[in-house]
């Protein structure tokens, strides 16, 4: 083995190169790099070759050949052709990837095409999204901020009056416009409102009969004074409840959604306020006998 094989195959095990490694790099046999490695030039394909195969090991392994030549010039057989086409001399060397970095080239497009997944699924899922906001919002009724989901929560209705509602709805004295008539069977007054709460006085009769008749499905709690419930649940469509109070000093209706509820009070309808879906009415009742 030459000096010149020696630095060789010293650099090339340091780039922990394999021969079989140098020649994926190289496209040169491997018979020939250990030709190279050994000094043997005389089973090289010719001595025009003999350069232009050292050459390319060098740069292969990280040499300079330009110093190898003239460092090792000896070595190398007198009778080579200097004159190398620039074809043969150039090495197109590529750097030995490690393994782990060649298994991330090779998985990055199924990466890239599972991400184009994820990302095209979230979109799908954002457009059904606003389709059911938007479905759900041309249901709902224009004064949507007040809007109570009693199906799902019945104890969101708060049966005290807004802070805020009770400042800006001061105790108020009834006008005419405000008095409903039921029916010959006594006058129902309107006789105080703080937000959305009302209060009405029911008199002249000796009779309080209430039927409640749902065209959805309305939230509906009914309770006495004294806070005995007689009914606390969600009517459903097509539903229908008759009570007499006829022996109670009043009653408390509390209402989420009122658009799907007709309440009748002794054979009249009860026109709710205009104050939002979500109410509370309370009757006061007073006897014809008591008066």
Known sequence: MTELGSRLKEARIAKDMSLDDLQAVTKIQKRYLVGIEEGNYSMMPGAFYVRAFIKQYAEAVGLEPDEIFEQYKSD???????????????VKSRRHLPKDDSKIVQLLPKLLLILGAIVLLVVFWQFLQKSGNNATDNNNDVDSGLRVERETNPEVIDTQPDSKDEEENTEEEPTPEEEEEVGGQGELQLTNQSGRHYTYTLTGTESFN????????????????????????TLEEGESEQFDFSNEEGIYFNIGNVTFLTLTINGEPFEFPDGGITQGIRIQFEKEEQQ
């Open 210 to 233: 209430v039927e409640l008749n749902a065209t959805g499905r309305p939230w509906l709690q009914v309770e006495n004074f004294a806070g005995n419930v007689f009914l606390s649940r």
């Open 76 to 90: 190398i057989p007198v009778n080579v052709n200097q004159d190398i086409p620039e074809k043969l001399s150039r």
